[in-house]
């Protein structure tokens, strides 16, 4: 079992930036792929951003290429969501999540562990 304390999320103007933060109480933590989605009212889980086990490969979602970056120190057990140049239809709530593998996937249903999510809001 792991489980996944997101942090970071809250209130800011177009154009601003907010860093995630996502715990995982997992050892050997490198041995795990990691991604960051997201789901606006009404809308369907979005995929965000995933990063391999040992942080060599990363890969984005359209919407987000170019504006976010995720990044790992698996010595603290942590992912992050670096986010720049935020947009109204940013706004969502953020989920972390966790694969039994190190390899990357851009599909909610082969993550096997999810945080509670953090809210962010972008206003125009």
């Known amino acids: 079992q792991v489980q996944l304390v997101e942090s970071g999320g809250g209130l800011v103007q177009a154009g601003g930036s907010l860093r995630l933060s996502c715990v995982a109480s997992r050892r050997a933590f490198s041995n795990v792929a990691m991604g960051w989605f997201r789901q606006a009212p009404g809308k369907d889980r979005e995929f965000v951003a995933t990063i391999s086990g040992l942080g060599v490969t990363t890969y984005y979602g359209d919407s987000v290429k170019g504006r976010f970056t995720i990044s790992r120190d698996n010595a603290k057990s942590t992912v992050y969501l670096q986010m720049d140049s935020l947009k109204p239809e940013d706004t969502a709530v953020y989920y972390c999540?966790?694969?039994?593998?190190?390899?990357?996937?851009?599909?909610?249903?082969?993550?096997?562990?999810w945080g509670q999510g953090t809210q962010v809001t972008v206003s125009s």
């Open positions: 999540a966790a694969r039994g593998t190190m390899m990357i996937s851009t599909t909610t249903r082969e993550y096997d562990y």
